[in-house]
């Protein structure tokens, strides 16, 4: 079956270069309009370049329909106004991949806070922001696809990374809560943690690895995750056209009581705490409070 975005109108933040402009390039291919934002800073996030106008050059090149966007994910009246002239020009947004991203590394010990909190605002708040300026439009029409980008950093830490590992976990989370406040209008929400040979790994990448993890390779993911049988809430790893899933699991636990129910009481039962035989996955976080009352039956 062929997926198709004829009549689609998406927007694909920090798509100047890297994975976004893979994902924008797919989704024209396929017919969507796409709105190709990006600021063109350098990988810390400052300066800014045309390079948002050179992919919609390459999009047009290729037969496709796109525009360019230089406002900053991080500006939420910048985006009002971009999803505004989107509406005007092509009569809505389907389909919004916020992926827009900056890199500031360090250690945690020798980390400025306002580069965790430049870090934070550009990944988490900007994707909240783009979000907010379709989330209207989206529940109205009742169709929306809208793809974060998480990444192994938030899911599951890396050294030098924790302005950028708390930004990419709260967006999974800001997933979660999406996915159920959107269902009742068909707008899907998904997480994507990619793994890409982009400028952002350039240095960490060894060149033989750089060649394989292609952004071509992870952008059937991306574009699977904002089509219309696309899944909600779904967190997915892609890279190098290996393609996984990744889940929130919770252990059925342990029930304590009297003089047990106490720090030495957690310390004792430690292993059966974290026994992981019988974990699920929780699809709301009211299935945390059922299953500890279902612990407490026990
Ligand atoms: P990239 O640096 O090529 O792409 C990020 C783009 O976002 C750049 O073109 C940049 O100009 C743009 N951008 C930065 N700040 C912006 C702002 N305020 N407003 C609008 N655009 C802005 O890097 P790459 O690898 O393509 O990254 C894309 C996304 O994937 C990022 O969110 C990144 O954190 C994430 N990611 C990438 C991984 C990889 O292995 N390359 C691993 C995990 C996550």
Redesign the pocket.
């Known amino acids: 079956m062929t997926i198709s975005f004829d009549g689609k109108v998406a927007i694909v ?2 798509a ?5 402009r893979a994902y924008a390039l797919d989704l024209a291919r396929r017919g969507a309009r796409v709105v190709v ?5 350098a ?1 810390d ?1 400052t300066g800014t370049s045309d ?1 948002a106008a050179q992919v919609v050059a390459e999009i047009e090149a290729a037969g496709g329909t796109a525009m360019a966007n230089g406002g ?3 500006d939420y009246a910048q985006m009002v106004e971009m999803v505004a002239h989107a509406k005007e020009a092509w009569g809505g947004v389907h389909i919004l991949i916020n ?4 890199l500031r590394d360090k250690s945690f010990a020798k980390m400025e806070p306002a580069d965790f909190a430049f870090v934070v605002d ?2 988490l708040n ?1 994707s909240a922001n783009c979000t907010k300026a379709v989330w209207d439009m989206m529940r109205e029409q009742a169709y929306g696809r809208i793809l974060m ?1 998480a ?2 950093t938030g899911l599951y830490g890396n050294f030098g990374q924790a302005n950028y590992g708390a930004a990419k976990l709260g967006l999974a989370g800001l997933t979660k809560t999406l996915a159920l406040e959107g269902a009742k209008y068909n707008v899907h929400v998904n997480t994507i ?4 040979g ?4 350039q240095d960490i990448f060894p060149a033989e690895l750089f060649a394989k993890f292609t ?1 071509e390779s992870v952008a059937p993911a991306a574009v699977y995750l904002v089509s219309e049988d696309a899944p909600t809430s779904a967190i997915v790893g892609a890279g190098a056209g290996v393609f996984q899933a990744a889940y929130v699991t919770l252990t059925p636990g342990k029930a304590l009581h009297g003089d047990e129910l106490s720090a030495e009481g957690i310390a004792a039962h430690w292993a059966a705490i974290t026994d992981r035989a019988g974990e699920i996955v929780p699809q709301s976080g009211a299935e945390q409070a059922m299953s500890i009352l279902k612990a407490l039956q026990a």
């Open positions: 933040t920090g100047g270069g890297g994975l976004g934002n990006d600021l063109g800073g990988r996030g390079a900053s994910v991080t992926n827009a991203g900056v550009v990944h900007g980008t990444s192994s943690a990619p793994t890409a982009t400028r952002m790994t952004p």
